[in-house]
């Protein structure tokens, strides 16, 4: 398994498990068949980061795309030293280390950007990936009731964030 920043190469490969992580998961914010199946924007995506203005980390094992961890950086003055983090890693690959791996790696960039705080949303039930985040730092700030539709019902989410 390796983790690393995304390529301009990767742009299908990681479409291809984006559309595939749509179908696996409820816990993502795009329903199946929701997600644009244009390349160009997952290219735009990852220029974002090759120009340093972003971070977009792909975890790759035996040459396709697995997971994804995406930082995105506060654009105004007043947030700049913030970033806004999404993560998602395909279901048969969870629970092999890719989450930590991937904010090991987060830690290294948010100190190299003079990032002070990290934030994320959670849905409620999402009892994994909030262990995986508290593991790694983050704390919850709040609860976002009514946040998502999902299935008919609707669901809350955390709000959660780190700082260095």
């Given at each position: 398994?390796?983790?690393?920043?995304?390529?301009?190469?990767?742009?299908?490969?990681?479409?291809?498990?984006?559309?595939?992580?749509?179908?696996?998961?409820?816990?993502?914010?795009?329903?199946?068949?929701?997600?644009?199946?244009?390349?160009?924007?997952?290219?735009?995506?990852?220029?974002?980061?090759?120009?340093?203005?972003?971070?977009?980390?792909?975890?790759?094992?035996?040459?396709?795309?697995?997971?994804?961890?995406?930082?995105?950086?506060?654009?105004?003055?007043?947030?700049?030293?913030?970033?806004?983090?999404?993560?998602?890693?395909?279901?048969?690959?969870?629970?092999?280390?890719?989450?930590?791996?991937?904010?090991?790696?987060?830690?290294?960039?948010?100190?190299?950007?003079?990032?002070?705080?990290?934030?994320?949303?959670?849905?409620?039930?999402?009892?994994?990936?909030?262990?995986?985040?508290?593991?790694?730092?983050?704390?919850?700030?709040?609860?976002?009731?009514?946040?998502?539709?999902?299935?008919?019902?609707y669901v809350d989410e955390f709000y959660m964030a780190k700082f260095y």
């Amino acid at each position: 398994m390796i983790i690393r920043k995304a390529k301009l190469e990767d742009a299908n490969n990681l479409l291809s498990m984006l559309l595939s992580l749509d179908k696996e998961t409820n816990y993502m914010l795009l329903e199946p068949n929701e997600r644009d199946n244009d390349v160009s924007r997952v290219q735009g995506m990852i220029q974002q980061s090759i120009n340093g203005s972003n971070l977009l980390l792909v975890a790759e094992d035996e040459d396709n795309i697995v997971g994804f961890l995406s930082a995105q950086k506060g654009i105004l003055k007043r947030i700049k030293h913030t970033a806004y983090i999404v993560v998602g890693i395909r279901e048969i690959h969870r629970g092999k280390g890719i989450g930590t791996k991937f904010f090991s790696e987060l830690d290294l960039w948010a100190k190299e950007n003079l990032i002070t705080r990290l934030e994320l949303t959670v849905m409620c039930p999402n009892i994994v990936a909030k262990h995986l985040y508290e593991k790694n730092g983050f704390e919850i700030e709040g609860i976002k009731k009514r946040s998502m539709l999902v299935d008919g019902e609707y669901v809350d989410e955390f709000y959660m964030a780190k700082f260095y």
